[in-house]
C-alpha cells in the first residue's frame, strides 16, 4: 500500500512538474501593433489630419521600403481596421491584388496591410474592426451646457488641434517609416488617449457620468477590436502585425501586454 501511495505521490509530482515546465515555455505569439494616421482622410474622426498624396510617387516608394522592412518580421498574419463582417469582400479584393488583377486604393490598410500580405506570400488578410458609434455624444453635450462644463470642449479642442499639427509637421517632412516610429511614441499615444480620459471622462461626474459612458463606448469598440484580434490568432502562429488607425493603439497594447499568450513588439525596433 505505501508503494502504490509513493508511486502515486510521483506521478502526481511529474505531473506538477510537466504542466509547469510547458507553461513557462509555451511560445508567446510575438505582435507588432502598428498605429497609422488615416492616408484617405475619411472624415470620421471630430479631429482628424489633412494628410497628403500618398499614391504620389515619391510615397509609393516610401511604402515599398516601409512593407520590405516588415517583411523580414516573416510574419503568419496581417490584420487591419476593416470590419470583423466585411471579410469575404476584403478577401475578394485582396486575392484580386494578389494576382495583379486590382489596383491599390490610398487607404492605408491597402496600401500597408494589403502590400505587406502580398510580400509575405499571405494567402489571406485578416479584418478585425468592430464599430461601435459614439452613441453618447449627443448627451455629453447637453450635459456640459447644463453643468457649465464647456470649457472642458475648448481645451480638449486646443489639445487635440496641437496634437494634430505637431503630427502634420512630422508627415509633412518624413518618410513614412519616419512617421510611423514617431507617431507610435509612448508619449503621442498616451497624448491621444488622454483626449478621451483628460476631459471626456469629467463631464457629468457626479451625477449621470455621461462622459465616463461616452469613455466607455470608445473602449468597447476597441475590446471588442481586441476579441477579434485574439481570436483569429492559433498556437502556431509566431508573429502577427496589426495596422490600425494611431488612437486605437494604446488601448489594444495595454490589453495584449496584459495577455500572457502575447509579446508586444516595440514599433520602432521592428523598423529599424
Not at 137 to 158: I, P, R
Not at 187 to 211: C, D, F, M, V, W
Amino acid at each position: 500500500m505505501t508503494f502504490i501511495k509513493t508511486i502515486f505521490t510521483f506521478l502526481i509530482t511529474l505531473l506538477l512538474a510537466t504542466t509547469t515546465f510547458g507553461q513557462e515555455f509555451k511560445q508567446k505569439t510575438k505582435i507588432l501593433l502598428i498605429g497609422t494616421i488615416h492616408f484617405e482622410t475619411p472624415h470620421l474622426d471630430v479631429h482628424e489630419l489633412k494628410t497628403d498624396d500618398f499614391l504620389a510617387p515619391k510615397r509609393q516608394k516610401e511604402l515599398e521600403e516601409l512593407t520590405e522592412i516588415l517583411k523580414r518580421t516573416n510574419a503568419d498574419k496581417v490584420m487591419i481596421e476593416k470590419p470583423f463582417n466585411q471579410q469575404r469582400q476584403v478577401d475578394s479584393l485582396y486575392n484580386a491584388y494578389s494576382q495583379n488583377r486590382y489596383k491599390l486604393t490610398v487607404s492605408e490598410r491597402e496600401q500597408i496591410g494589403f502590400r505587406l500580405a502580398k510580400k509575405l506570400n499571405l494567402k489571406h488578410i485578416n479584418c478585425v474592426d468592430k464599430f461601435y458609434g459614439m452613441k453618447h455624444d449627443s448627451l455629453v453635450s447637453v450635459t456640459a451646457k447644463e453643468k457649465n462644463q464647456l470649457y472642458l470642449f475648448s481645451e480638449l479642442g486646443t489639445t487635440a488641434k496641437s496634437l494634430m499639427q505637431e503630427i502634420d509637421g512630422i508627415v509633412k517632412q518624413n518618410s513614412i517609416t519616419e512617421i510611423l516610429r514617431y507617431i507610435n511614441k509612448n508619449e503621442l499615444l498616451q497624448k491621444n488617449l488622454s483626449l478621451y480620459l483628460k476631459y471626456y471622462a469629467k463631464i457629468g461626474a457626479g451625477e449621470n457620468y455621461i462622459g465616463a459612458e461616452a469613455v466607455s463606448d470608445w473602449y468597447l469598440r476597441n475590446l471588442a477590436i481586441y476579441s477579434n484580434v485574439i481570436t483569429q490568432i492559433n498556437s502556431k502562429d509566431k508573429y502577427v502585425i496589426l495596422i490600425f488607425g494611431q488612437g486605437h493603439i494604446p488601448i489594444l497594447k495595454h490589453l495584449l501586454q496584459n495577455n500572457d499568450d502575447f509579446e508586444v513588439v516595440d514599433v520602432n525596433s521592428a523598423l529599424k
